[in-house]
């Protein structure tokens, strides 16, 4: 890992213009140039320009939390890629799994939308994770592997690609996964990975799911947990700053 880790905060259907545009402010004030990370925001799609205008020549870059796979056309209430690029984003959320629940997307879409982002200059963080049930039956690696070789387009590589692991019952659950765990997970993230690219290593590995400024250190201290993304806890610049800070 020759990158600062990254520190994502996907700020999901929350906050208003207002409440967006000033924890944009309190971000941007408190990321200096000597920061060991490196911080990212993803607002809901209607704040992206305002929240793009604040942070407008600051060290913390914007993301959305989705995309769509066409470059334009008749799909009603999609974005593409290229218009996230447009209004200042880097990075896009593409597979979460509230996505992969809510609107049914597979490992195929995903990596079509994943697609897409690269190809409009943005860099895809490539959600992937188990469900409850999954990990009960043993089954955790193996989902997590495929997903990873359904999700993610050939081609890319460390500066073009990030996976985040969010298993899914501990987003917004309180709940996280050992030590041990994640640790297994992520390195076997890091395995599959070689079978994709000859920059594996070099791939940012993001561990999410309840993610706080208590448990912050002991999670980035894991072996291939390259930073985080972040839910509930990056709606308080306080408590943002705070994960980041624990690189």
């Known amino acids: 890992m020759t990158s600062r880790p990254l520190i994502a905060g996907n700020w999901k259907m929350n906050l208003n213009r207002e409440a967006a545009t000033h924890l944009a402010q309190e971000l941007a004030g408190a990321v200096g140039a000597a920061a060991a990370f ?3 925001v993803c607002p809901p799609a209607p704040y992206l320009v305002p929240v793009a205008e604040v942070l407008g020549g600051s060290l913390v870059a914007l993301g959305a939390q989705d995309c769509h796979a066409a470059a334009s056309g008749a799909h009603t209430g999609d974005v593409s890629a290229a218009m996230l690029q447009d ?13 992969r629940a809510d609107h049914g997307e597979t490992d195929e879409q995903v990596r079509a939308k994943a697609a ?6 943005l860099v895809p963080i490539v959600c992937v994770g188990e469900t409850e049930s999954q990990r009960d039956a043993g089954t ?7 997903q990873i070789a359904g999700s993610i387009p050939d081609g890319l590589d460390g ?12 987003i ?15 390195a076997h993230i890091r395995k599959t990975l070689s079978a994709r690219t000859a920059d594996a290593p070099g791939v940012r590995i993001l561990y999410g799911g309840s ?8 999670l980035l201290a894991v072996a291939n947990v390259d930073g985080a993304l972040v839910g509930g806890a990056s709606l308080k610049a306080a408590d943002f700053l705070a994960i980041a800070r624990s690189v």
Do not use: F, Q
Request: proline share 5%.
């Open 140 to 146: 955790t690696l193996d989902v997590v592997g495929r």
């Open 211 to 218: 993610v706080k400024p208590s448990n912050a250190v002991e």
């Open 116 to 121: 897409a982002a690269r190809a409009a200059g």
């Open 87 to 99: 209004v200042g984003c880097t990075y896009v959320i593409v597979g979460h799994s509230e996505r």
């Open 38 to 40: 490196e911080m990212a």
């Open 159 to 170: 500066a073009t690609l990030v996976v985040a692991y969010e298993p899914v019952w501990a």
């Open 172 to 186: 917004g659950t309180g709940r996280t996964p050992t030590v041990d765990d994640v640790a297994a997970v992520h």
